[in-house]
């Protein structure tokens, strides 16, 4: 069993010397629990790929305080500052031209890694303790969904790690947007997030292809994807997505509405008091967590239409329910 940590100093200076010294640990960011090790040590991004049960060719992101910090494992242009910039600290992820300072295991060989300054003021005051980067990937078993409550971590992995620093319910509840603009005639998102590709376009003043092909989130096509598969964020039970009229349920099914408003019987359930797409957010993972143990035969999922947030929701919706 992990031993559940909080905001207290003296736990925050053992979890920094835990880490410090090889240890993983689950941290709360703004957007999911993640999976944290020494970003630059092969021995605790060794632990993370094992305790995830991860494909070593799907690369971590590495999670830094500031700006220096980016800059220690990374190189940025100027687009890349200027939409640093604006979103951070934040649910944003840059693909940079790595440093020779990241290993290899990190970025599955590739010669970019996955950056982010994470806004939540645990991982904050924990990475302002550690001399190092922090590689951390969402903190649940690879394929199936992300956590966003210390007991969602303590239920899927709580065996295998021996810290979960408790910072609650995580705020933005999907994991960050992903953008890559390596190449600045084509910018691309890799994967939707609370930011939207909107305000990133309005961001940089240009375009920006929906490329949703980061190596762990579609299935193998061309460089960027060294290859994974659509299915992803995903409970036991057999999930089904539906929009605008209801579905047709068996015995021993459940609905999942946007709104409460729509709930009329025992089985239905709502993501959100008002269907306001924040607090959807906020509350999808913790619901399939909490309706993958009841035992239901199917759950139908209700998608939200629109952009945005709702689009990125609808993609983890999509990918949660795709066929295995
Ligand atoms: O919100 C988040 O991003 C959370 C919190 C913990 O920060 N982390 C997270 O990590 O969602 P993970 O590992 O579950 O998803 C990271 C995604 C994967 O799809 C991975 O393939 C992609 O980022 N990725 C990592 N490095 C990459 C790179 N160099 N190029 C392209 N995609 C990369
Ligand atoms: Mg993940």
């Known amino acids: 069993m992990a031993r559940i940590l909080h ?48 494909p070593r060719r799907n690369p971590l992101i590495v999670h830094v305080s500031d700006w220096e910090g980016v800059e220690a494992i990374a190189h940025v242009t100027d687009l890349d500052r200027m939409v640093g910039e604006r979103f951070w600290p934040g649910p944003l992820t840059l693909i940079l031209k790595k440093k020779s300072t990241v290993p290899a295991s990190v970025t599955a060989g590739l010669d970019t890694v996955a950056v982010r300054i994470p806004s939540h003021p645990l991982v904050r005051a924990l990475l302002r303790r550690c001399s190092f980067p922090l590689a951390a990937p969402s903190a649940n078993p690879f394929g199936y969904i992300s956590p966003t409550r210390p007991e969602h971590v303590e239920t899927a992995l709580g065996p295998s790690i021996d810290y979960i620093l408790d910072g609650g319910i995580c705020e933005g509840g999907i994991e960050s947007t992903i953008v890559s603009l390596l190449d600045p005639d084509e910018p691309k998102l890799l994967r939707q997030g609370a930011i939207g590709l909107e305000s990133l376009e309005e961001t940089i003043g240009q375009s920006i292809r929906l490329s949703t092909d980061a190596p762990g989130e579609k299935p193998t096509r061309g460089l960027l994807s060294p290859g994974l598969m659509e299915r992803h964020y995903s409970p036991h039970t057999l999930l089904r997505t539906f929009r605008g009229s209801l579905p047709k349920t068996g015995k021993g099914d459940a609905i999942v509405f946007l709104n409460a408003a729509s709930c009329r019987g025992a089985h239905h359930f709502a993501l959100s008091a008002t269907g306001q797409l924040e607090e959807v957010a906020r509350n999808l993972y913790d619901r399939l967590y909490r309706l993958d143990e009841k035992g239901y035969g199917t759950l139908f999922l209700e998608v939200p239409e629109g952009d945005g947030l709702a689009a990125a929701i609808r993609d983890r919706m999509g990918r949660a329910s795709a066929s295995p």
Do not use: C, M, N, Q
């Open 7 to 54: 905001s207290d100093p003296a736990h925050l200076d053992l979890l920094a010397h835990h880490l410090a010294a090889g240890g993983i640990a689950a941290v709360p960011t703004e957007t999911v629990y993640g999976l944290a090790g020494h970003a630059l040590e092969a021995v605790p991004v060794a632990k993370i790929f094992s305790v995830k049960g991860r």
